[in-house]
Structure formats: C-alpha cells, structure tokens
C-alpha cells in the first residue's frame, strides 16, 4: 500500500474539547496515522529528515494543543463557579422577566448553572438573566 509523503503544512486550529465532530482527528488517531506513515513508507523513497522533523513537531503541536485546552476547560469551569455562588444572596431575573427573587443556591450541571430563588423557584443562568443587589 503506497503512502504519498506531505508536500504542503497546514496551522493547526484550536479545537474544543467538548467538539464531538468526526471529521476532527484526536491524539491518538494522529499517532496512530504518523507511526502508520512511518512504517508503510516506501522504501525506495523514504521520508527524508526534514518531513520527519515536521511530522514530529506538529505531533508535538497537536499534544501541547490538547493539554492547553485541558487546563482552559479547568479554568472556564472554576471561573464559571466563581461568578454563581457570587450570585447567592443576590437578586436575579430570567431572561424573558417571568421569574425573579433573591438566590438561595445554585447547583453545577455539566451543561450549565442552575440558581433556586426563596420561593423554590429555578433560574438557569445565560445570556439575558439579570443579577442585580
């Protein structure tokens, strides 16, 4: 099975974690695909030293990638648990002005935050939800 070398390099792009898209390669499919490359070459024109090297540094691009996204996620989740519970005591109003009170709690879901009010009521914080004193 022939394998065609690189000719041409492309910027990697920033990639979420959460993006579940099957058309995005993730480290290990990567790893498998440069180790495959390498060991199927042909040998009678062998990956020279200067395609190598680009395959190994934009290995080592899409790792550094993964890691910061990682640590971006960790610090999203912290800062996002920062600004609700500084919500608590406070007065918020959804979005669309049907409920309001004074929060009593909230509560951390994967895909979001839910403030309760006095009343028992729940308000998930988002775009147009007011917070007022």
């Known amino acids: 099975m022939p394998v065609s070398g690189v ?50 540094a934009s290995f080592s691009s899409v790792e550094q990638e993964i890691q910061s996204n990682a640590k971006l996620d960790k610090i999203l989740n912290s800062l996002a648990m920062s600004q ?8 918020i109003t959804s979005a669309d002005g049907s409920v309001s009170g004074v929060v ?9 935050v839910t403030a309760t009010l006095q009343d028992g009521s729940k308000v998930t914080f988002g775009p147009g939800v007011t917070v007022s004193q």
């Open 7 to 56: 000719n041409a390099t492309q910027q990697p792009t920033a990639v979420s974690s959460t993006d579940t898209s099957s058309k995005t390669l993730d480290y290990d499919a990567f790893l498998q695909l440069l180790v495959s490359q390498m060991k199927y070459q042909d040998p009678t024109e062998p990956t020279n030293n200067a395609e190598y090297m680009g395959q190994l």
């Open 84 to 91: 609700a519970t500084g919500a608590i005591g406070k007065t």
């Open 104 to 112: 009593t709690s909230v509560k951390f879901f994967s895909d979001g």
